[in-house]
């Protein structure tokens, strides 16, 4: 069954996004399975819980850190971590320069922005995003690369208003593209788009897409 869905979503996003299967409260059968049937991008949302998947699982998975991430927590998935997907603050890059330098190793980040209506998600606002680059200008940091944008849609039934949350995510990273990735093809990730909204998401420029439920079923 999880195969299956792997199979039906991968078909659906093509060529032009990678699926992180959204792994997060699942059991690790569920995840061997899945691994088992091809897939190698998970994504979790606690450290814990990565670090004991990543132990217990073969070492050929990418491990992706998709929910909010303490900075007293980033030595713990420094080693071995693929990408971090909720970097919100210039302090959190800071904290993960340093321990990808104790790893000897560049760590892969995206910049989570605030593109939906409702107030409890996090991320930066575009003032907050352009300050952030501008530090990163001022101070680079050579043990984190910046490898694009991550965003959550609000969540409503409203296709429209979706979609427009997901084109100014795209608009904004062509923007900070052009203004400050000019040279590096390493800024290239979009990640939107969960079980939900994976299909507009991908319409309007997705990358990555985080899919968890429609995969291994509600939580
Ligand atoms: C849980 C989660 C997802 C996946 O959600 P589903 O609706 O189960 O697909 C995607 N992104 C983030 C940040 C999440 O926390």
Redesign the pocket.
Same mark, same amino acid.
């Given at each position: 069954m999880i195969t299956a869905n792997i199979h039906k979503i991968n078909q659906e996003i093509g060529v032009h996004a990678r699926l992180i299967a959204?792994s997060?409260t699942k059991p690790l059968e569920m995840l061997l399975e899945a691994y088992q049937g091809g897939q190698r991008i998970f994504?979790e949302?606690k450290v814990q819980e990565l670090v004991q998947k990543y132990e217990a699982l073969p070492k050929d998975i990418e491990w992706h850190l998709?929910?909010h991430l303490q900075s007293n927590k980033v030595k713990y998935i420094a080693p071995f971590v693929a990408m971090i997907?909720s970097v919100d603050s210039y302090k959190l890059l800071e904290n993960i320069n340093k321990e990808g330098a104790k790893n000897q190793r560049v760590i892969p980040c995206l910049l989570q922005i605030f593109i939906a209506q409702e107030e409890t998600k996090f991320g930066l606002n575009p003032d907050e995003l352009y300050s952030l680059l501008e530090q990163l200008n001022q101070t680079p940091l050579p043990y984190v690369q910046i490898g694009g944008l991550m965003g =959550?849609a609000s969540n409503v039934a409203d296709a429209t208003q979706v979609s427009n949350e997901f084109k100014g995510l795209k608009n904004l990273f062509d923007k900070v593209k052009s203004q400050y990735f000019t040279h590096q093809a390493s800024f290239k990730e979009i990640s939107m788009g =969960?079980?939900?909204d994976y299909p507009l998401a991908v319409k309007e420029g997705a990358t990555l897409v985080?899919?968890?439920?429609?995969i291994f079923g509600e939580?």
């Open positions: 959204v997060k994504g949302n998709i929910g997907h =959550m =969960m079980s939900g985080r899919v968890g439920s429609l939580r």
